[in-house]
């Protein structure tokens, strides 16, 4: 079956002009059509009471299960927290030269640190996690290249320090990757 | 010589070992699991890990016990203990018996970056030897900087000196000359490469914003602040901090900022534990911080402390040389970005562009290529889609005869060698223009 590019998988409440605006950019940076479905599965079973987050490794399995057949990449946009057992949390992860990832706005806001909202930010932020994910799923590794969107970050200053594009180096290998996709 | 680090996950959980797995093979690790201590020995004997990551509470023999074991094997071992348990005897045990560091599940993300980067900067030192330290520098990730003029080669070969050093370095430069892309290149190519280069810009801060966002605050230091959050000089832990426009931070902020570059130790807003980072700093101003401290503006000791090592950027009109390879550089640069052909730029425009003064220096060349780019006709950049204001009289030592001609020129070349809409812009009559390009000898030269 040939594979119709990247899909966009949303869970929960996200503006239409934050979608449109992010499919334009993923199809920019992947140079592949980006389609748009909502998550319609209750992610409920997926939360872990006792740590009051979902579970990252199981909605992953999810979106890849149920919604990445027939793309040539998915990713799952979410708005809750995620974790993985061994860490406090994440902004997002992908199989490593798979099909599939996962990316969450939650704690990309900046009340989550005290400060004031700002939409414009959190777009920034996210569209970074997301192309970040899906190069891992391309098979880029984290880059020590300061502006580099593969540069790794624990936390959200992190993410504002690197640009929304790849270095010179990852994006050959990108452009390797699409090839051979 | 092996160049990539391998990792080796033990623990009996399928989900922290594919976790684990997971996050460090997206960091470029070799890494493999075994999920009991008898498999990761038999791993270990046949072949070498850089890093052991072991979890202390498995069925069979526990994490100490397989330690012990691992380091009678290879005490060049860097093996780092987990476990879900967070007790001291444990740890004191783990650490006694040389292991290298000890975490509890689950990890903050940051901390078990931080501590994989410690683990391996120590594998990195320990390997490196004399051929390694007497090897030629080749500086990394300059893709950026633009320019072979003389003045530019002197700035990257003073990066390559003064990169693997640890002291601190002030950029100066006018403004739009590239200084953060030198503090980029000076941590990209230095042994803290691995650990964050933290950027403030202190110009665009107020004084209690920069407090905060310099040294962090507690939950409570002032309203708003509802949540601890580490600063700018923990993030940079490993790493370096680079402070944009320092000239431009208060008397009280120079002061702490000293305290801080001789301690590196502080408090965080609203806090009393002491906090210490191993950072570098790396600072840029386009003013003149030497004419500042004579002034009393500038803090004499906090200058000399930041001002080990000077990197003086050119401006872009004294290396006029570099400005076709930048031309080129952010054609490529922009047609990429917007998914455009590549397209070329004509002779005139060109020229234009190597005899303007550049106030605005390579930032203003940036700027007008993109422009130029949008407002262009998608095959070349063309004069009339430079934004330069003709500003002959003030560069020029020309005669009036020689200005006429040459300003009579770029009209033309402006306007395509349109003579209604030159002799227009001219406010000339189409005849007198005519005669003028014969007075002067100008041709098109399209003929």
């Known amino acids: 079956m040939e594979k119709k590019g990247i899909t966009l998988v949303v869970q929960g409440r996200f503006e239409k002009t934050f979608l449109d605006q992010m499919a334009r950019d993923i199809e920019t940076a992947f140079e592949w059509p980006v389609s748009v479905v909502p998550l319609t599965h209750d992610i409920l079973p997926f939360f872990d009471a006792t740590r009051k987050q979902y579970d990252a490794n199981r909605l992953l399995q999810l979106v890849h299960a149920d919604y990445a057949a027939g793309s040539l990449k998915t990713i799952g946009l979410f708005q809750v927290d995620l974790f993985i057992p061994i860490l406090t949390y994440i902004f997002g992860q992908a199989q490593y030269k798979g099909s599939t990832g996962i990316a969450s706005v939650y704690r990309l806001r900046n009340e989550q640190y005290g400060m004031a909202g700002n939409e414009r930010l959190l777009y920034e932020r996210f569209r970074k996690v997301v192309i970040h994910e899906l190069g891992h799923a391309f098979g880029l590794i984290h880059c020590h290249v300061p502006i580099c969107v593969m540069r790794p970050g624990t936390y959200v200053e992190d993410i504002d320090q690197k640009k929304h594009f790849f270095c010179n180096k990852c994006a050959a290998e990108l452009e390797l990757a699409l090839h051979k996709d | 010589m092996k160049t990539t680090i391998s990792i080796l996950i033990v623990d009996d959980e399928e989900s922290v070992r594919d976790s684990l797995y997971n ?124 320019g072979n003029s003389d003045g530019m080669i002197r700035v990257l070969k003073e990066v390559e000196n003064v990169a693997p050093a640890h002291s601190s370095v002030i950029i100066t430069g006018e403004s739009g000359t590239g200084k953060e892309l030198i503090a980029r290149a000076i941590h990209s190519n230095s042994p803290r490469k691995f650990f964050p280069l933290v950027t403030v810009h202190c110009g665009a801060l107020s004084e209690d914003l920069l407090e905060s966002e310099l040294f962090g605050h507690e939950k409570g230091a002032f309203t ?190 402006k306007f395509d060698w349109n003579i209604s809409r030159s002799a227009k812009a001219l406010q000339i009559d189409r005849v007198t223009l005519y005669n003028k390009i014969k007075k002067h000898q100008l041709s098109s030269p399209r003929k």
């Open chain 2, 224 to 413: 708003g602040a509802m949540f601890n959050r580490k600063g700018r000089f923990e993030m940079a832990d490993g790493g370096t901090v680079f402070l944009d426009e320092i000239a431009t931070i208060s008397m009280k902020m120079q002061i702490e900022l000293l305290r801080v570059l001789e301690s590196k130790m502080f408090t965080r807003v609203g806090g009393n534990k002491e906090i210490k980072s191993d950072f570098r700093i790396i600072c840029a101003t386009n003013k003149d911080l030497k004419k500042m401290v004579a002034e009393g503006s500038f803090r004499e000791d906090l200058y000399y402390r930041l001002n080990v090592v000077n990197i003086n950027i050119p401006p872009l009109r004294d290396r006029k040389e570099d400005i076709p390879m930048l031309v080129t550089y952010f054609i490529k640069k922009y047609c990429t970005s917007m998914s455009r052909d590549l397209i070329t730029i004509d002779q005139a425009a060109l020229r234009r562009l190597e005899e303007y003064h550049f106030p605005g220096n390579v930032r203003e060349l940036e700027n007008m290529i993109e422009r130029a780019i949008v407002v262009g006709n998608g095959k070349e950049i063309r004069l009339k889609d430079l934004p330069i204001e003709t500003d002959m009289v003030s560069d020029s030592n020309d005669s009036l005869n020689e200005l006429e001609k040459k300003y009579i020129q770029k009209t033309l070349e």
């Open chain 2, 23 to 146: 996050w460090f093979i997206e960091d470029g690790y070799e890494v493999d699991c075994a999920a009991n201590a008898k498999d990761a020995l038999a791993k270990i004997e046949s072949e070498k890990f850089d890093i052991i990551l072991a979890d202390i509470k498995m069925p069979g023999m526990d994490g100490l016990e397989m330690h012990r074991r691992i380091k009678a094997f290879d005490s060049s071992a860097i093996v780092i203990v987990m476990t879900a348990f967070a007790s001291v005897e444990t740890a004191v045990q783990a650490l006694k018996d040389g292991a290298f560091d000890y975490i509890t599940k689950p990890f903050d993300p940051d901390d078990l970056t931080h501590l994989i980067r410690n683990a391996a900067r120590q594998i990195s030192l320990r390997n490196e030897n004399e051929t390694l330290k007497n090897k030629l520098v080749t500086l990394e990730n300059i893709e950026d900087i633009v």
